[in-house]
């Protein structure tokens, strides 16, 4: 069964850049599916960051996409998220998951266990 | 932009019938999915394509979406179901959830 795991910069500062690593197990990031990043403000709902496929095609959040970069690394089996120019707002809990192509109706069916990034100084 | 509307909280007396609207403009022309989320934990996908229940999801939940409101159904609600609920779509290529609905049993 496919694992996922993020990695956990933890706290950064504002105005800096935060950088998470998402690792796949026991799954190919070259086959099907595209991936994505969700965050969670603490105590409120699920917002999507943006989902990449492996070939590196992505679609992003409007309101995130002059900070946001994701890539890919298949020699890896990883995929990773920069967010730019911080501020306190983007404190929240990280999600990746696995999830289906544009308008497919597959949803994200395999989540990581999520990490905490806080902005702070 | 798009917006999912959900109710904030819906309460079942346990072993009744729960339902959780998803409303949007036109959401019937969109493919809905539905995610329960425990306490401390990831988010689980219960409901795909509207309708569609992925492996190891109980019979007791099932999803429709027609019009301007999708639907999540969890018959003979258990304790065990308590959890918050978000549904999802995506629109313009963008993937949008709605606010979560906590579910009380």
């Known amino acids: 069964q496919v694992q996922l795991q993020e990695s956990s910069p933890g706290l950064v500062k504002p105005s800096e850049t935060l950088s998470l690593t998402c690792s796949v197990s026991?799954?190919?990031?070259?086959?099907?599916?595209?991936w994505g990043w969700i965050r969670q403000t603490p105590g409120k709902g699920l917002e999507w960051i943006g989902s990449?496929?492996?070939?590196?095609?992505?679609y992003y959040n409007p309101s995130l996409r002059s900070r946001l970069t994701m890539s890919v690394d298949t020699s890896k089996n990883h995929f990773s998220l920069r967010l730019t120019s911080v501020t306190a707002a983007d404190t929240a809990v990280y999600f990746c998951?696995?999830?289906?192509?544009?308008?497919?109706?597959?949803?994200?069916?395999?989540w990581g266990q999520g990490v905490l990034v806080a902005v702070s100084s | 932009s798009y917006g999912l509307t959900q109710p904030p909280s819906v309460s079942v007396s346990p072993g009744q019938t729960a339902s959780i609207s998803c409303s949007a403009e036109?959401?019937?022309?969109?493919?809905v999915c539905w995610y329960q989320q425990k306490s401390g934990q990831s988010p689980v996908l219960v409901i795909y394509?509207?309708?569609k229940r992925p492996s190891g999801i109980p019979e007791r939940f099932s999803g429709s979406n027609s019009g301007n409101t999708a639907t999540l159904t969890i018959r003979g609600t258990q304790a065990m179901d308590e959890a918050d609920y978000y549904c999802?779509?995506?629109?313009?290529?963008?993937?949008?959830f709605g606010g979560g609905t906590t579910l009380t049993v």
């Open positions: 998951a696995r999830g289906g192509n544009v308008g497919s109706g597959w949803g994200f069916d395999s």
């Open positions: 026991h799954y190919s990031i070259s086959s099907n599916y595209y």
């Open positions: 990449l496929s492996h070939r590196g095609t992505t």
């Open positions: 036109k959401v019937e022309d969109k493919y």
């Open positions: 394509q509207n309708a």
């Open positions: 999802q779509a995506w629109d313009s290529n963008t993937v949008v």
